[in-house]
């Protein structure tokens, strides 16, 4: 069914993120750990790595539903990847909520004003507001994809999930993401029970986790 732009533009608007052991291992090990890297826990500037260097970071979102992990774009979003990261590795999405679930079309979260607890405002002083890096990619199922208000310059820290291919979002929004596994999950999420656009029961993120995976 169509949308008006100005009805999407409404429903995304944004209202105000194991070390290695040291006994040897088998080759199949090694294949095992390539394949199932362990969560980054040292800092990592982001700031400082390469399109190419941050297409090797992926991200674990631990929802309350189930995990769902994201790859990146850092080809055509590199400053909206970086954020992305930063976000999650200072722990802001932590604690947050799946806030807007509108069947067939998105997931979103993200929003600072869902989590618990709150940002301090010491914290708050962390988000920043993103210049657009519209592309050519079209926002098909599982593109990740920025949420933001009136202004072109207004995304921060909240973002959507397509459930479905949505072409009056293309050049409107920023793709710096898509989902690499769980998709089954966003199915969950999108199909819980809603008041509104609001799942009447709140589903969390719990957490994210930073992965470097190995090209």
């Given at each position: 069914?169509?949308?008006?732009?100005?009805a999407?533009?409404?429903?995304?608007?944004?209202?105000?993120?194991?070390?290695?052991?040291?006994?040897?291992?088998?080759?199949?090990?090694?294949?095992?750990?390539?394949?199932?890297?362990?969560?980054?826990?040292?800092?990592?500037?982001?700031?400082?790595?390469?399109?190419?260097?941050?297409?090797?970071?992926?991200?674990?979102l631990?929802?309350?539903?189930?995990?769902?992990?994201?790859?990146?774009?850092?080809?055509?979003?590199?400053?909206?990847v970086?954020?992305?990261?930063?976000?999650?590795?200072?722990?802001?999405?932590?604690?947050?909520?799946?806030?807007?679930?509108?069947?067939?079309?998105?997931?979103?979260?993200?929003?600072?004003?869902?989590?618990?607890?709150?940002?301090?405002?010491?914290?708050?002083?962390?988000?920043?507001?993103?210049?657009?890096?519209?592309?050519?990619?079209?926002?098909?199922?599982?593109?990740?994809?920025?949420?933001?208000?009136?202004?072109?310059?207004?995304?921060?820290?909240?973002?959507?999930?397509?459930?479905?291919?949505?072409?009056?979002?293309?050049?409107?929004?920023?793709?710096?993401?898509?989902?690499?596994?769980?998709?089954?999950?966003?199915?969950?999420?999108?199909?819980?029970?809603?008041?509104?656009?609001?799942?009447?029961?709140?589903?969390?993120?719990?957490?994210?986790?930073?992965?470097?995976?190995?090209?």
């Amino acid at each position: 069914m169509a949308r008006s732009f100005g009805a999407v533009f409404c429903l995304l608007m944004l209202v105000s993120c194991d070390r290695n052991s040291n006994q040897p291992q088998s080759n199949d090990a090694n294949r095992k750990s390539a394949n199932h890297p362990s969560p980054i826990r040292s800092f990592v500037s982001f700031s400082q790595k390469s399109s190419d260097q941050l297409k090797n970071y992926q991200v674990i979102l631990k929802t309350s539903l189930g995990n769902i992990t994201l790859g990146f774009f850092p080809d055509v979003a590199p400053e909206h990847v970086r954020n992305f990261l930063r976000l999650c590795q200072m722990g802001f999405y932590d604690h947050t909520a799946w806030h807007r679930v509108v069947r067939n079309f998105v997931i979103q979260g993200g929003d600072m004003g869902s989590r618990n607890p709150p940002l301090q405002m010491a914290e708050s002083s962390g988000i920043r507001r993103l210049q657009p890096e519209f592309s050519k990619m079209k926002h098909v199922e599982g593109i990740v994809s920025m949420a933001r208000g009136e202004g072109l310059d207004s995304a921060e820290t909240s973002f959507f999930i397509c459930l479905d291919a949505q072409p009056v979002l293309d050049n409107k929004y920023t793709i710096f993401g898509k989902v690499v596994s769980g998709m089954e999950v966003v199915a969950k999420i999108s199909n819980v029970p809603l008041e509104g656009s609001k799942p009447r029961e709140r589903v969390e993120l719990i957490g994210t986790d930073i992965l470097e995976v190995t090209p």
